[in-house]
């Protein structure tokens, strides 16, 4: 080949190689091409996948997140609830309605529910905390009765305890005195039938245990709070221990009451935890004080009272005493006062006296009347008052308008006696009511054919006071005797009385005659003081100062420390023997005594 062949055959070389450069180049593009076409659907593939794993996880996130952010705003609720036993809201309440709507706050509300229904139940079964602890509970939980109906009306009774502690409070509180709460409490003739029927406390008591068994402590909040009940029997409950307690100890009705004591403290216990009371934690179980009942209080020192060992119910008393105004918000200063008086009924002074100096200690507000009550127990000798209250009787008489009784011990009384007797008054916060015989004159008087006529001395002697007094007395017929073991044997006789412009309005005369034998009468002229009428006295300002003022007007009668009042009687005792010697002598005659 030649020089020109060869330059021929390299650019058919170079040509050739050329174009395949250029076709594997094309084919190459075409290739890329493709290959970046698949990438970018594999991409977008890709990318809808991950979109949508990050969708998923994001959920799943939140979703846990929510969680526990409803988790821990229940744990802050029981929280609060075991730190203080009171239930903070605040985080709960925080919470969206979007989470409030979710089934995680659900069943948060449900296992809160629940948990708490347990520890109450547990906690009071072991003494922990009282019936009104559960109660405010059980009523704070109402918030979620929608999400656990089983929860709804538990509370039913809550008025019972809040806000003036009705059930804690004794079933005396309404009554006038403690004899008249007492006596209705005695003769509730419904009262027995209703405490010991089939659904009593007493039944219920029973049930509870089998519940317990069960592990239902939504039902065991309901058997404690007596909500399946229309009317919780709280009052009949301590009316029960009241009237027990007034029975004769015999050995069935000391069995009853054991056993109401039971009852009584597992439905109306007050329990406060010693080391740690008001706002600091109350589950200590092992540091727990059960505060009595304040009428199972009440009970028991009645019962103490009638056995001679009023100093068997100290210990209750002091407990009663730390705790009880830390326990009841509200009312509890008036059930102080209440046990005051019940301790006055019974004669209980030392455990009185404790109650008072209680009310000075912690400057509960009080009357005068309390201060000088407490004064007068401090300086009384107890036993002064136990040898008057065993040697001297009260008398308690009921008279009609038209009969006197009158008390005639006082003629023989020393000034001694008299001041055991109004120390036993006031000790028993009573005051002088019952005349007194301050003075008196008897004499028989010998006439022939003589016949006493009490309607004819009364027209004679009114005639004749009017002459001598004109209108400062007056004379009725009426039933007069002397009070003899409360009892009175009335005979009809001449009451004197003193008008209101009388110099002593509170004294007054009973003229009296019997028929000894055809030629003989007895007359006994009897001077009264009447305590109700003596203004002076009637107008203090309690029975303290009353019955001071009565002791000291009995002491001035008695020694006749007064002249004016002594000469006073002796005038008016001349000027009736006159009028009864005037009249046998003017008209002793046959018409006068047929």
Not at 227 to 249: F, H, N, R, W
Not at 321 to 328: A, D, H, Q, V
Not at 440 to 461: G, H
Not at 519 to 534: C, N
Request: charged share 25%; net charge negative.
């Amino acid at each position: 080949m030649g020089l020109l062949g060869s330059l021929f055959s390299a650019a058919a070389d170079i040509a050739k190689e050329t174009i395949t450069e250029t076709m594997n180049q094309n084919e190459t593009e075409k290739f890329i091409k493709i290959m970046m076409e698949r990438d970018a659907q594999n991409a977008e593939a890709n990318e809808k996948l991950y979109q949508d794993w990050l969708t998923h996880e994001r959920s799943n996130y939140f979703a846990a997140k929510k969680n526990t952010i409803i988790h821990d705003a229940f744990d802050v609720l029981m929280d609060s609830f075991e730190d203080t036993g009171k239930f903070d809201f605040s985080a709960v309440d925080s919470l969206s309605d979007e989470l409030k709507n979710s089934d995680s706050y659900k069943q948060e509300a449900a296992d809160v529910v629940n948990l708490c229904c347990e520890a109450l139940v547990k906690l009071h079964q072991k003494c922990c905390i009282s019936i009104r602890f559960v109660m405010q509970t059980i009523h704070n939980l109402q918030r979620f009765a929608d999400i656990v109906p089983s929860i709804r009306g538990l509370d039913r009774h809550y008025d019972a305890f809040f806000p003036v502690d009705n059930a804690d409070c004794s079933f005396l509180t309404d009554f006038d005195s403690i004899a008249e709460g007492l006596e209705a409490a005695k003769n509730d003739s419904d009262n027995y039938l209703a405490m010991v029927g089939s659904n009593s406390p007493l039944s219920r008591l029973a049930a509870l245990k089998d519940i317990l068994k069960s592990e239902d402590y939504v039902a065991a909040v309901s058997n404690l709070l007596f909500a399946d009940q229309e009317v919780a029997p709280y009052a009949g409950m301590k009316k029960m221990i009241l009237c027990l307690s007034m029975e004769e100890t015999d050995e069935a009705t000391a069995l009853l009451l054991d056993t109401y004591c039971t009852v009584i403290m597992n439905y109306l216990r007050l329990s406060i935890a010693k080391e740690k009371v008001g706002k600091d934690n109350p589950f200590i179980s092992a540091s727990t004080e059960q505060i009595l009942p304040i009428d199972l209080l009440i009970a028991q020192s009645i019962k103490s009272s009638k056995s001679g060992s009023p100093q068997e119910v100290d210990t209750n008393l002091d407990e009663f005493l730390e705790y009880y105004p830390l326990i009841c918000t509200s009312s509890w200063e008036d059930q102080l006062f209440i046990l005051q008086k019940v301790f006055a009924y019974l004669k209980m002074y030392s455990q009185e006296r404790k109650v008072l100096e209680f009310l000075v200690k912690n400057n509960i507000p009080r009357t005068e009347q309390i201060d000088r009550r407490l004064n007068f127990l401090k300086n009384l000798n107890q036993n002064d008052i136990s040898n008057a209250a065993n040697s001297i009787e009260e008398f308690s008489i009921q008279t009609s308008d038209n009969e006197i009784a009158y008390d005639y011990r006082f003629i023989s009384w020393t000034v001694s006696e008299i001041n055991s007797y109004m120390n036993l008054l006031t000790s028993e916060d009573k005051t002088l009511d019952l005349p007194m015989v301050v003075a008196e004159w008897n004499k028989k008087i010998p006439q022939k054919n003589i016949r006493w006529s009490t309607d004819a001395m009364q027209v004679y002697l009114d005639k004749y006071l009017h002459e001598n007094f004109g209108d400062l007395y007056t004379t009725k017929i009426k039933n007069c005797g002397a009070v003899l073991s409360n009892e009175v044997e009335y005979e009809p006789s001449v009451y004197i009385e003193a008008t209101d412009s009388a110099k002593y309005p509170w004294l007054s005369f009973v003229v009296t005659g019997e028929q000894l034998t055809m030629t003989q009468v007895s007359f006994a002229i009897y001077a009264l003081y009447l305590p109700t009428k003596d203004s002076q006295c009637t107008q203090a300002v309690d029975t303290i100062e009353q019955n001071q003022k009565y002791q000291n007007r009995l002491i001035t009668l008695k020694q006749a420390q007064n002249p004016k009042i002594k000469n006073y009687i002796e005038s008016i005792n001349e000027i009736l023997i006159s009028g009864l010697e005037a009249w046998l002598n003017n008209n002793n005659t046959s018409s006068m005594y047929d």
